[in-house]
């Protein structure tokens, strides 16, 4: 074991293969059950929740402490609606966002290193700017980082994709590095 605490839903099914389909009342009262029951013994709590802004998110905006959010996105010119619509409710309800970060931005060739832009170019700087806000990392489509996550073991993998975006939240955070 890493070390490495977590709480799911799936955790708690008897078969992980069946759907959770729930009404907005009870998604939110597990998402506070999840942050009150559950014992968490950790410096920093990350919740990652399902794209958009629909009602994950805005329980967590109205029933967490947060000290601000990432906000991910990925290349499609779609999702920089998608993004937008994010900051937006960020904004509303006086969350902050500490910064962008880009996945599935690239593919690097393995031959000859070449960066190829999978899903077109990225419009993540132009969204930044629009916004104020810090670009803290793209994070490629990496098959190493893919066999990690099928094996459930991501936080072995080794990399230096998010270095600058942890290096800027602690800034951001002024929390102490250790």
Not at 15 to 38: C, H, M, N, Y
Not at 108 to 120: L, R
Request: glycine share 6%; aromatic share 6%; proline share 6%.
């Amino acid at each position: 074991t890493t070390g490495i605490d977590m709480m799911s839903v799936n955790l708690l099914l008897g078969d992980e293969t069946k759907p959770v389909v729930w009404r907005g009342s009870l998604i939110a009262s597990t998402v506070q059950q999840f942050w009150k029951d559950t014992i968490w013994n950790a410096d920093v709590l990350l919740v990652d929740c399902p794209p958009g802004t629909g009602d994950v998110p805005l329980t967590v905006f109205q029933s967490l402490p947060l000290d601000g959010i990432v906000i991910v996105s990925s290349p499609q010119e779609l999702v920089s609606m998608i993004v937008s619509k994010a900051a937006n409710m960020a904004d509303m309800m006086h969350i902050p966002v500490l910064g962008l970060v880009e996945n599935m931005s690239y593919v690097k060739c393995p031959d000859c290193g070449k960066e190829i832009k999978v899903f077109g170019d990225s419009h993540i700087e132009e969204i930044a700017e629009k916004f104020g806000y810090d670009l803290l990392g793209r994070i490629p489509m990496d098959p190493k980082l893919s066999a990690l996550v099928d094996r459930g073991m991501i936080e072995l993998m080794e990399n230096d994709y998010l270095d600058h975006a942890t290096q800027k939240i602690i800034e951001k955070l002024q929390l102490q590095p250790e």
